[in-house]
């Protein structure tokens, strides 16, 4: 009997806009409804599982595991079980001001692959939390190597945050013979004058939808000083509604239906944002 294909989604978004927030929350629903989680961690300050792993441990990152950053080599284990039973990685990457970041996320997948982490039946659920904008092909290793298969963006409706989520759907575009589709956006709001019906309309010119909104939500900061999820500090309070919508939508999307983004050229953003 084939063992079914695992979830496997990519939180993409502007630096500081929240994935995360997200990713990690995305992870802490599934593992709570009985599925089995890896989560994976892109980025150079190795900062998205300690959200997920007990008070104290120590997770070193692929990157000096295998001896490609300062102090690395070893045999300790790349991935560790957090709480919920999580299963957690980072790739790391070099000192700052030093060789490439995205080398680090290949790297890591490179691991991946030789280790059999991807085969089917040993997770049931994947999740990459990648640094902000594609803007090299190592942080888009995940949809160039055909390790993600679902993106889904992280934005507010500031024009920053829209003009990278608009350059990660051309990323979707190019990567499209890989299998990835964009299974949308999920917004965290900024403001409470923040205007939804341009977000909507976004949305709609990059032929997708958005699966989730989040609000400005104190809880998520008490989470994030507590270095555990919102979904696990505040479970009942409307960021975690939100995040388990945007579980839910993942599972239920038919990859079938997904049709290719339409990202805007650089004037038509401009324009589009002149018009708020």
């Known amino acids: ?129 990648v640094l902000g904008d594609v803007v090299c092909g190592g942080f888009a290793a995940p949809l160039r190597l055909g390790f993600a298969d679902r993106v889904v963006i992280v934005t507010s409706e500031e024009p920053m945050a829209l003009y990278a989520a608009n350059n990660i759907s051309r990323a979707v575009h190019a990567y499209q013979d890989n299998g990835v589709v964009l299974a949308g956006l999920v917004t965290n709001l900024r403001g409470p004058d923040a205007r939804r019906d341009k977000l909507r309309e976004f949305a709609r010119r990059l032929s997708t939808s958005i699966l989730a909104t989040l609000a400005r939500d104190p809880k998520i900061l008490e989470s994030e000083r507590r270095r555990c999820t919102v979904v696990e500090h505040a479970p009942s309070g409307p960021s975690s509604r939100a995040l388990r919508t945007l579980a839910g939508a993942l599972e239920k999307l038919d990859k079938r239906r997904c049709v290719l983004p339409t990202p805007l050229e650089d004037e038509e953003f401009y324009r589009f944002m002149d018009s708020w």
């Not at 993409?12 to 995360?20: E, F, M, W």
């Not at 070193?60 to 080599?73: I, Q």
């Not at 039973?85 to 997948?109: F, W």
């Not at 085969?119 to 990459?128: K, N, T």
């Open 1 to 129: 009997m084939k063992k079914p294909t695992p979830l496997r989604v990519a939180i993409y978004g502007k630096g500081g806009i929240g994935k995360s927030v997200v990713a990690t929350g995305l992870s802490a629903v599934l593992a709570k409804s009985g599925r089995r989680v890896l989560h994976v961690g892109c980025d150079p300050k190795h900062d998205s599982a300690v959200r997920l792993l007990p008070p104290g441990v120590k997770l070193r990152t692929v990157m000096e595991v295998l001896g490609d950053a300062p102090g690395g080599g070893g045999q300790e284990p790349i991935i560790h079980e957090g709480r919920l039973g999580i299963h957690c990685c980072e790739s790391g990457g070099p000192s700052p001001g030093l060789g490439c970041a995205g080398r680090g996320v290949a790297r890591m997948l490179e691991y991946m692959e030789e280790t059999g982490l991807m085969e089917p039946g040993r997770y049931d659920a994947i999740v990459f939390d």
